[in-house]
C-alpha cells in the first residue's frame, strides 16, 4: 500500500461510468476508487459485466462512444480525466501500455505484426528501417517467440493466439512502460498457453519493474502474480486485499462464491464439485438502495436492504454488513 514518502503510482478516486439508453440510465461503473503503487501488481476480478474492463479503459479514456465518465484518475501528479487530448496521448501507450481481450481484433489484419510493432518503434525513437527491424526482433525474443525472424513478416491470421498475444505484449511494452493494463490476457487460449502467458508477464514485470493492473474473471490466475486483489461487482468494488488473505479468508459473500467456484488441482470429481452463484449480474439502471449482490446472497438480512454497505476495513476491506457482524455468517439463511 502507498503512504505519503511512497506516493501510489496511480489513484483512481471516485470512478463512475454512466451510459444513457431508452430504458433509463445504466451505472456500469459505480464509485470506483484504487490505487496501485510503484512495482505492484494488482489484480482486478469478478464476473462479466462487472465493470472490470471498462474501469480500465475508462482510466486511458478509452471507454465507449456515449459513456459519460466522472471522478479522477491520477498518474504520477497527473489527473489523466482532465489531460488535453495530446498529453493524454503521449503518456498512453508510453508511460502506461494496454493490453487488450482479443488479439486478433486489436490488430490489424491487413498489415503483418512486424510493421505493426515497429509503428510503436518509431512513435518513441527516430530509428532507421533496419534499426527498427532489429529492434521489433529483439522484441519478438523478449516475449519469448521462437526464432523471432520469421514472425516479422507474418499476418495475424497466421499466428495462433499465444503468438498473437505475445505480439500485443511486444508492443506494449516496446516504450517501456512503468504500468501495464493487462485486460483479460489468457481469454480463449488453453491453459497451457494461458500459463505460459502468465509467466512471460510475471518475468516482464520483474525484470522491468513495471507496475501491472491485471484484469481477470478468474481468481486463480492471479494467486501467483498480484500482490493484492480487488473484487468487483455490478459496477462496485466488494472487497479489497492482499493476494494470500483474500484466498485464505475471504471477507465478502461474493468472494467466497467466487473462490467455490475455482477448480481446484487434484481433486475428485466424486468428492469435490463446483458450487456456482446463482443468477446473473444486475443491469443498474440507478443507484442501488440496498446491497448491490443482496439478491444472490446466501446470508442476506434485514440490514443489507437498507443500502449498500460501504468499503470498510483498511488493508483487508469489504462491503458487506457481515464485516461488522460475523455471527452473522455462522447463522447464514434468510434474515
Known amino acids: 500500500m502507498s503512504t505519503p514518502e ?7 478516486d471516485g470512478l463512475r461510468v454512466r451510459f444513457d439508453t431508452r430504458r433509463g440510465p445504466v451505472l456500469a461503473v459505480n464509485g470506483v476508487s484504487l490505487e496501485i503503487g510503484a512495482d505492484e501488481v494488482l489484480a482486478v476480478v469478478g464476473e462479466s459485466g462487472s465493470g472490470k474492463t471498462l474501469t480500465g479503459l475508462s482510466v486511458l479514456g478509452l471507454e465507449p462512444p456515449g459513456a459519460a465518465v466522472t471522478g479522477h484518475a491520477w498518474f504520477r501528479g497527473e489527473d489523466l480525466r482532465a489531460l488535453p487530448a495530446g498529453r493524454l496521448r503521449s503518456i498512453r501507450g508510453g508511460q502506461i501500455s494496454m493490453v487488450f481481450q482479443d488479439p486478433m481484433t486489436s490488430l490489424n489484419p491487413s498489415l503483418t505484426v512486424g510493421r505493426q510493432v515497429g509503428e510503436v518503434v518509431r512513435l518513441a525513437e527516430r530509428l532507421s528501417r ?14 519469448r517467440m521462437p526464432s523471432p525472424e520469421r514472425f516479422l513478416g507474418a499476418y495475424p491470421h497466421q499466428l495462433s493466439g499465444g503468438m498473437r498475444q505475445r505480439v500485443m505484449i511486444a508492443m ?3 516504450r517501456r512502460p512503468a504500468l501495464l493494463i493487462a485486460d483479460e490476457p489468457t481469454t480463449a487460449l488453453d491453459p497451457t498457453i494461458a500459463a505460459q502467458i502468465l509467466d512471460l508477464l510475471a518475468s516482464l514485470r520483474a525484470s522491468m519493474r513495471m507496475s501491472v493492473l491485471l484484469i481477470t474473471h478468474n481468481l486463480a490466475l492471479v494467486r501467483g502474480m498480484a500482490d493484492r486483489v480487488i473484487v468487483m461487482y455490478a459496477g462496485h468494488v466488494l472487497e479489497e486485499a492482499p493476494t494470500a488473505r483474500l484466498f485464505e479468508a ?19 470429481r ?7 452463484i446463482p443468477g446473473q449480474v444486475p443491469l443498474l439502471r440507478e443507484a442501488p438502495d440496498s446491497c448491490v449482490f443482496g439478491p444472490r446472497c ?8 437498507v443500502a449498500q454497505p460501504p468499503l470498510e476495513g483498511g488493508a483487508h476491506s469489504a462491503a458487506c ?3 461488522r457482524l460475523p455471527e452473522a455468517r455462522k447463522a447464514g439463511g434468510q434474515a
Do not use: K, M, W
Open 270 to 276: 466424486l468428492t469435490s464439485r463446483l458450487t456456482p
Open 6 to 12: 511512497n506516493p501510489p503510482l496511480l489513484n483512481v
Open 130 to 143: 533496419e534499426a527498427v527491424r532489429d529492434r521489433v526482433t529483439d522484441l519478438f525474443g523478449q516475449v
Open 298 to 305: 446466501p446470508h442476506v438480512r434485514d440490514e443489507c436492504r
Open 172 to 174: 506494449a511494452i516496446a
Open 321 to 323: 454488513v457481515l464485516r
Open 250 to 268: 475471504p471477507a465478502h459473500p461474493y468472494t467466497e462464491g467466487l473462490l467455490a467456484s475455482v477448480p481446484r488441482a487434484g481433486a475428485s
